[in-house]
């Protein structure tokens, strides 16, 4: 082939774009020059026998067709339509494509569920950093120096100083130090323990802390009506709380707190290990102790133990999601198993 022909070849070709009246006949052409035993391929493949004087030239020219052919055809296309290839094949009775709802984590739910529930009974939440400081976590909360919780084999130390909140409470003193009385929050968050995980334990849990620190009296029996409150909502109308004596550092007196539990309803279950009880939190009456290192690190007589009253309490959020789902172990709320969390949509 000349390169005479070549570039007649190359014009009639355009000609044909020009020509093209719909996407159908334009795929023709493509077809008829481009495809896969179109003239531009077998042109190509003869360019042995072009005699080597001529061969650069004649290469060149069959790399400007293809770029002038391309060139037409796109800009053509764009005009009358590209043949729609899902359009024409569409099989209607090809099942949908299959997409898994989102759910929201048991945790959040807990969370978010008690935060309604006290707000209706004028708490509003509060919030504090992971990483806390000594005084806070554990110096202003009454807990003395030699404590075994402050060891490093209990707590994660970051520096002398700080370390990962080992609880909620911390935040009990963030707000008394910030705020004048009545205080009355609630505060979920993360808190760490260097726990060895099993069923029941993990190094990093959430519990949902209480505080209601008033300048008009507040009593232990405030504090059992709110969380027998707080339990039926949570937990169904049959619920019921019981105190058992504990002791706190921070509260005084100090109470653990049990849910009767909701599986068996109080008649004994493996859940409850046959006791018809499960522990749920921790609480009690403020310490004076308590409102003294408050006062001295707020400067003032804000919190004088004798012209205050308040109570506070420490809820295992992971706890409560476990029995009030059924979820005999903690670590699957961390797993991310899409068949357990599924469950929950
Ligand atoms: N912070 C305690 C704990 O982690 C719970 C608690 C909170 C107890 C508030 C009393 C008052 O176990």
Redesign the pocket.
């Known amino acids: 082939m000349t390169l005479a022909e070549l570039d007649a070849q190359q014009a009639q070709s355009l000609g044909e774009v020009a020509a093209a009246a719909d996407a159908a006949a334009l795929e023709q052409v493509r077809i008829r020059y481009l495809g896969r035993n179109g003239s531009l391929p077998a042109i190509i493949k003869q360019m042995k026998d072009v005699p080597q004087a001529e061969r650069p030239e004649f290469g060149k020219h069959v790399q400007a067709w293809r770029m002038a052919l391309e060139g037409a055809l796109a800009e053509k296309v764009s005009g009358v339509g590209a043949v729609k290839k899902e359009e024409s094949t569409f099989d209607c009775t090809l099942p949908g494509r299959w997409f898994a709802p989102g759910a929201k984590h048991p945790v959040s739910r807990v969370i978010e569920e008690t935060a309604a529930i006290f707000s209706r009974l004028g708490f509003t939440v509060a919030d504090g950093p992971d990483i806390e400081n000594r005084f806070n976590n554990f110096t202003a909360?009454n807990t003395p120096a030699h404590h075994p919780s402050m060891d490093a084999s209990d707590t994660f130390w970051l520096t002398d100083n700080l370390l990962l909140r080992?609880?909620?409470?911390p935040v009990?003193i963030r707000m008394m130090t910030q705020y004048t009385p009545p205080v009355r929050i609630i505060t979920p968050g993360r808190?760490y323990r260097r726990d060895t995980t099993d069923a029941t334990h993990s190094a990093n849990f959430h519990?949902i802390?209480?505080?209601y620190v008033d300048t008009k009296p507040v009593s232990l029996a405030d504090l059992k009506s709110t969380l027998a409150y707080y339990a039926k909502e949570m937990m169904g109308s049959k619920a019921g709380v019981r105190f058992r004596p504990?002791f706190?550092p921070?509260?005084e007196p100090?109470?653990e707190v049990d849910f009767s539990c909701h599986v068996c309803g109080g008649k004994g279950c493996r859940v409850c290990k046959m006791s018809g009880w499960i522990e749920i939190?921790?609480?009690?009456m403020?310490d004076p102790r308590v409102y003294e290192h408050v006062n001295r690190a707020r400067g003032d007589r804000a919190y004088a133990p004798e012209a205050v009253y308040g109570?506070?309490?420490?809820f295992?959020v992971e706890r409560i999601a476990m029995i009030k789902y059924g979820i005999p172990d903690i670590r699957w709320l961390y797993e991310n198993d899409t068949r357990f969390l599924s469950q929950l949509a």
Not at 166 to 169: E, H, L, N
Not at 311 to 314: L, R, S
């Open positions: 909360l080992t609880q909620t409470s009990q808190t519990q802390e209480g505080l504990h706190f921070f509260t100090s109470v939190a921790g609480a009690g403020v109570y506070a309490f420490g295992g």
